[in-house]
């Protein structure tokens, strides 16, 4: 609390001499490592914990924030628990955040370069967090921190021999003035007489181990490294003697505070306002709430460490312990008993002097919120009344601004009574002598002023708005009979124009002619139009001639229309130069529906053509491949003429595409001259030509099959016969259920077993259907095999599922009844050793079937 506390908070001197641009040295930085260890670990243990490695332990920001809130007493905010990257930069954030809002400057400290573990960064980190939290507070005789600690050692250990303070390192090299501050402050610890300056390691480690058993202090140092360094770490050196300043000067340091506190209680220089002295009251509850509850624990341990020590040393048989002068338990309590005092009169003064200033700043408010309601509502007010809106209002603009002035006279005249309100009430603050009554008296003087000129205004604006009125009734008729006739005459011309910018889309000369007569009946009615545009142009004149005449500002608008003379006069030049260009823009597209429709007959004529001629050839190729005029020599050499023929008509399908393509230049979407289109002729050109070359090669096969097979011509006649037969669908392929009635028909007995394996050799891709090759490849297969022994009994190990006997049962199941009881009457029993009982042998019978035996 700034006010009875002197400490400063400005610590940014503190790193200067923090080189962060080179590299510690490594006896250094191996002593700062442990030191500030332990000094961290002094404090972590009260939350329970501690670390082990400084720049390791520090890296997910965790025990640094808890750090900071230990030695602070404050709480951080809430920390990520994450293991991320992300989540450790962000708690080592909040840490240095919370460093730099207790006033000092990290310089090139960064959250990275702590969860990197950056040694380096890492212990510049925490000494600046010792230098802000152990040794900034210290104050001994107007100097602090470094300097006040220095000083403190000094007065401590001037009365001992060997011991000569100068400085933070070199000067503790022996131990004696470690040893020199416990025996200073408790002489039961150590024999100070019994220490040599040439023993610097008994020396030290006396030193460490009395301080770490009886005053708490953790062993921060090694004596090894302070003997063998040259220069012991600085650093180091300062953070364990800070504990020892920490551990003995407490009564100093609470007298120090009382001392700094009691003039800033007893300090009664009002303050001229309520706001101010709140501000005191705030801060005397801080005190009460913060500050002063931190300070009883703090006389209170010591009172108790106080008697502890008396009962230590008495029991001992030791003499008691005598504080410096000034320093006594009573000096203490005198203290604190003055310290109670000025607080009580303090509060007493405080609440007295804020009662005091309630009762002017309650007049004082009065008087602001009525000047600040008047003034509130008198702003602008003058700007309003010198308004010349008048000057350029409608009729009907100029009524209703008569009617709200009238309205604002009546509220004028009811505000009178708070200006006198007001005038009285800074009578009164004058009177009483209020601080700011200067203020108070020039701004009650402004209202007056104000309302002086608000009542001369009006009666100046009443009677302006009553002549303009008069005036504007007398034009009001024209401008109503104006906006009458001037409407329905611009919605013609607006009709008009967007007709004349139409953008037609017409697709046959008939709808372009409809357009061109359209057009003409509108250029007859423009005479009458150009008549009724000066009867409007008319009316306006003679508004003028009257506004010229009575000197009337014409600065506002027709309040009935908005539209003008420049606009009728505009959209009448504008319709007068669109008619000439619609003129040009119908005699152009007339030319080129022209033209679009000679180029639809063009095409239409040779579509009409060609179209019928491809149908015409696919029909004469369909009937040679499916009749039987002539050898297949014969229908081949036919087809090769049709196919040299259709060749040499290409020359006329291009002549079509080159028509096409005008077409669609011309972007021509439609010809009622044809019903073919381009895509229809290059289909039906591209089936022609496929379809002859299939025929041709078809035909081909045929005669590769007939010399291979010997097949006459009769039976090819005959096979193509039955095939185009049982053909229904005309497509030169027969389904399954079409070669099934075919073979039924030429006497084949099947069973679904029998045809399945004819399918699988006429139809190997299974895609149901038979062609007219596969189909005579069959027929001259069944020609030549039929009825051989071999084929028998290949059917019969089929039947059989591939075993050497049939059973009863499967005859049944796949031959009709009466050719299965045929079988199994003549089959002879199966005698083979893989037979079962009923077995009956197949192939015997077949034997004897083939050699027409008697079975």
């Known amino acids: 609390m700034d006010h009875y506390d002197g400490e400063t908070n400005d610590y940014r001197q503190q790193e200067d001499d923090w080189d962060r641009d080179l590299l510690l040295d490594p006896a250094w930085e191996k002593q700062q490592r442990k030191t500030f260890t332990a000094w961290c670990n002094s404090h972590l243990r009260k939350a329970g914990t501690q670390i082990e490695n400084i720049e390791e332990d520090f890296r997910d920001g965790l025990k640094l924030m808890l750090l900071l809130e230990v030695i602070s007493g404050e709480r951080l905010e809430k920390p990520e628990r994450g293991k991320m990257r992300v989540h450790k930069i962000s708690n080592v954030n909040k840490a240095l955040n919370f460093i730099t809002r207790k006033g000092v400057k990290l310089v090139s400290i960064g959250a990275e370069e702590i969860v990197d573990g950056n040694a380096k960064m890492t212990l510049g980190m925490i000494w600046t967090i010792i230098l802000r939290f152990a040794i900034q507070d210290i104050s001994v005789e107007e100097t602090s921190a470094k300097e006040g600690l220095l000083l403190w050692c000094q007065r401590k250990t001037a009365p001992y021999k060997n011991v000569n303070i100068q400085n933070f390192h070199i000067s503790w090299k022996d131990g004696l003035g470690f040893c020199a501050l416990i025996h200073r402050h408790r002489p039961e610890l150590i024999d100070y007489g019994k220490l040599r300056k040439d023993d610097p390691m008994t020396n030290l480690n006396t030193a460490f181990d009395v301080a770490e058993r009886y005053l708490d202090i953790p062993r921060m140092l090694d004596a090894e490294d302070i003997v063998g360094t040259a220069r012991p770490d600085e650093k180091a050196i300062m953070t364990y003697v800070s504990s020892f300043y920490h551990a003995f000067s407490g009564a100093q340091k609470l007298l120090e505070w009382i001392r700094r506190t009691i003039p800033w209680l007893e300090n009664r220089v009002p303050e001229n306002t309520m706001a101010a002295m709140q501000q005191k009251l705030e801060d005397f509850r801080d005190y009460r709430r913060l500050h002063k509850p931190p300070k009883v624990q703090e006389k209170c341990q010591l009172e108790i460490n106080f008697n502890t020590l008396q009962t230590k040393l008495r029991l001992s048989n030791r003499p008691a312990f005598m504080p410096s002068e000034g320093k006594m338990v009573s000096d203490i309590s005198n203290a604190w008993s003055g310290l109670e005092g000025a607080e009580k009169g303090y509060e007493e003064w405080l609440l007295n002097e804020i009662r005091r200033l309630e009762r002017l700043d309650h007049l004082a408010e009065k008087f602001r919120q009525k000047a600040t309601i008047h003034e509130g ?479």
């Open 377 to 855: 509502w008198t702003a602008g007010k003058e700007d309003m009344l010198q308004q010349k809106d008048f000057e350029t209002a409608s009729l009907s603009e100029i009524k209703a601004l008569l009617k709200k002035h009238e309205a604002f006279e009546s509220d004028l005249a009811a505000h009178q009574d708070r200006v006198e309100q007001i005038a009285a009430i800074a009578q009164e603050l004058n009177e009483l002598d209020y601080y700011d009554s200067p203020s108070v008296n020039a701004r009650c003087q402004r209202i007056c002023d104000l309302w002086d000129s608000l009542g001369a205004l009006t009666q100046k604006r009443s009677e302006a708005l009553q002549r303009t009125e008069k005036l504007l009734e007398t034009i009001d008729q024209l401008y109503l009979e104006f906006a009458k006739r001037a409407a329905p005459f611009n919605n013609w011309m607006e009709g008009a124009m967007e007709d004349l910018q139409d953008t037609f889309i017409v697709h046959t000369i008939e709808e372009i002619q409809g357009l061109t007569a359209a057009h003409e009946q509108f250029k007859a009615t423009l005479p009458e139009a150009d008549k009724e545009r000066q009867a409007i142009l008319g009316i306006h004149n003679e508004i003028t001639k009257i506004v010229q005449t009575y000197h009337v500002n014409m600065a506002g608008t027709n309040p009935y229309t908005t539209i003008t003379p420049q606009t009728i006069n505009a959209k009448w030049e504008k319709v007068r130069q669109l008619v000439p260009q619609r003129d040009q823009a119908l005699v152009e597209e007339h030319a080129r529906q022209q033209n679009n429709e000679r180029l639809r007959r063009q095409f239409a004529s040779q579509a009409n053509v060609i179209g019928p001629w491809i149908q015409t050839k696919m029909e004469e190729i369909g009937r040679i491949s499916i009749e039987m005029h002539g050898t297949l020599e014969t229908q081949l050499t036919q087809l090769r003429q049709y196919e040299k023929n259709i060749v040499n008509y290409k020359p006329k399908i291009d002549q079509l595409e080159g028509d096409h393509q005008l077409i669609q230049e011309a972007l021509i979407f439609d010809n009622r001259h044809t019903n073919y289109t381009m895509e229809h002729i290059r289909v039906g050109w591209e089936q022609l030509l496929t379809t002859i070359a299939r025929t041709i090669n078809e035909i081909e096969n045929q005669i590769l099959t007939r010399d291979a097979k010997g097949i006459s011509q009769d039976q090819m006649n005959e096979f193509r016969a039955s095939f185009n037969h049982f053909d229904r669908k005309r497509t030169g392929l027969m389904d399954a259920d079409d070669f099934k009635t075919c073979l039924i028909s030429m006497g084949y007995n099947l069973s679904e077993a029998e045809f399945s394996r004819i399918m699988s050799v006429v139809d190997p891709n299974r895609l149901g259907l038979v062609t007219f090759q596969a189909f005579i490849d069959f027929m001259s297969r069944e020609t030549a095999d039929t009825d051989t022994a071999d084929q028998v009994m290949a059917s019969f190990k089929v039947l059989a599922g591939d075993k050497n006997y049939i059973l009863p049962e499967e005859l049944r199941r796949e031959l009709p009844p009466d050719q299965a009881e045929y079988c199994i009457a003549r089959m002879a029993p199966y005698s083979g050793r893989d037979g079962v009982p009923g077995a009956l042998d197949y192939m015997s019978f077949s034997t004897a079937l083939y050699g027409e035996s008697d079975l």
